[in-house]
DNA sequence: AATTAAATTTAGGTTCGTCTAAAAATTAAT
DNA sequence: ATTAATTTTTAGACGAACCTAAATTTAATT
């Protein structure tokens, strides 16, 4: 007698896209989270979400009730990690071996994460090597699922004459992408905190050898840890 | 003043699959193809097929009037042109970087051919060494949709006493490919027809330093190129 | 040429994922 | 604690892509 451990293989690409919203939204699907922002996040009307909502509590990947916000359970936490697993492995082999940058690799990624072939992900991931972070720093779930970051923290919540190496971005929007390139602020850079402006939250970092003033909206989406 | 020359950039994951039929179907679709054998091949119903040639004729990618089957403008031919260049690039990629057999490629590549990303297939175009077949021996069209075989000829065809390279496949079936494998007939092989047997049709070859007895079939779905 | 058979199309229906507009529940503000 | 504002859900509709069953056209056979 056997107990069905696999996941959901015949999810559609809009119900994939649904636990991986939920995912993000809700400290990795174990908060509740409201109809509306994800509505808002997927560009989509509450009516929809609310619809999608019911399919997927049918199907057991998500907890629902009326009014309450949706969290997922342990199989769409499973899930959703299988497809972000996904995503962000396509991720470094498109910068890794197709020359994309940092800032193009997003969108192609989510269309490639949809792509349903178990040989294919494994295989992929041997080809990069077994990489533990996406181009952006975030960690790749591991075949179970697991996965997490060092103890890194924002720069904005870091005290003066802290020093660590830059090993993520919260925000990876194009824009935050090219402006950090444009800066010369990359992974991997050692960084230390000068001085903080109070006056606007700002702070002075030593980057490499040079020395930068940053406001404290890039601080806070700057990811250091401490080495 | 600009006229369009793109192609149709928003075509649904059917509309894509229907084209490359017709396309397969219709001698690369210049030749009118039935209703009925696009249903068959499609595994679907022939009234389903007669609605979507109807969608596709209104978007001009299909020439169509009732009952007398559809063809490709060329429109549809170069649209069909760049969905089969992406299916045999990615089936490259899985075999000469992934490792799969290639009797294992085609199902992935089928869901891999509708993403959508031009950057994506001139970079894979890049990474592969910009191959001219893939792993059957069909050729690959250029960005363009220009491509040809060299002069190839079915083994069936040829007179006793031919000499050639083994350099594609008619059938591409899991079992074909898997039954030449056992019997260690593979692209690249120099293979010499010693004798026909009137009989059965079957034929003696030999290939590399072996003699081997193959049916007709076989013969009939292996592509020789005359050395 | 008339009849039968086969292929194709039409008509009407289903499911999926979306929408709008209106109703209901929850939360915030007076 | 009412009222007002917001959030969420229901109800009903729509397009895409499919289906079944019936009608129509073309092709094949007598």
């Known amino acids: 007698m056997y107990f069905c ?11 994939e896209n ?18 509306n922002a994800i509505a808002e996040l997927m560009e989509t009307k509450p009516s929809s979400v609310t619809d999608m909502v019911k399919k997927l509590s049918e199907k057991d990947l998500v907890n629902y009730k009326r009014y309450q916000g949706v969290s997922l359970t342990e199989l769409g936490t499973k ?30 990624a989510e269309q490639l994460e949809h792509i349903k072939s178990d040989k294919l992900i494994d295989k992929l991931d041997a080809l990069l ?21 060092g103890d890194r923290k924002l720069l ?16 990876s929007s194009t824009a935050f992408l090219k402006f950090l390139d444009k800066n010369k ?7 230390t905190i000068l001085e903080k402006e109070e006056f606007d939250s700002s702070f002075y970092i030593k980057i490499g050898n040079r020395r930068e003033h940053i406001s404290n909206q890039i601080a806070s989406n700057l990811y250091i840890k401490i080495s």
């Open 79 to 108: 899930t959703a990690l299988g497809i972000i697993r996904k995503h962000r492995l396509w991720e470094v082999f498109l910068v890794d071996k197709l020359d994309f940058s940092w800032d193009e690799v997003h969108e192609v």
């Open 5 to 15: 451990i696999n996941l959901y293989k015949d999810m559609t690409r809009s119900e």
């Open 156 to 171: 904005s919540e870091l005290p003066v004459e802290s020093k660590g190496i830059c090993v993520g971005v919260k925000d």
């Open 129 to 149: 090597n077994y990489p533990k972070f996406d181009p952006h720093g975030d960690p790749i779930p591991d075949k179970n699922g697991a996965f997490k970051h």
């Open 18 to 35: 649904y636990i991986k919203t939920i995912f993000h939204l809700g400290n990795k699907g174990t908060e509740a989270v409201a109809t």
């Open 185 to 191: 602020i990359a992974l991997g850079d050692e960084i």
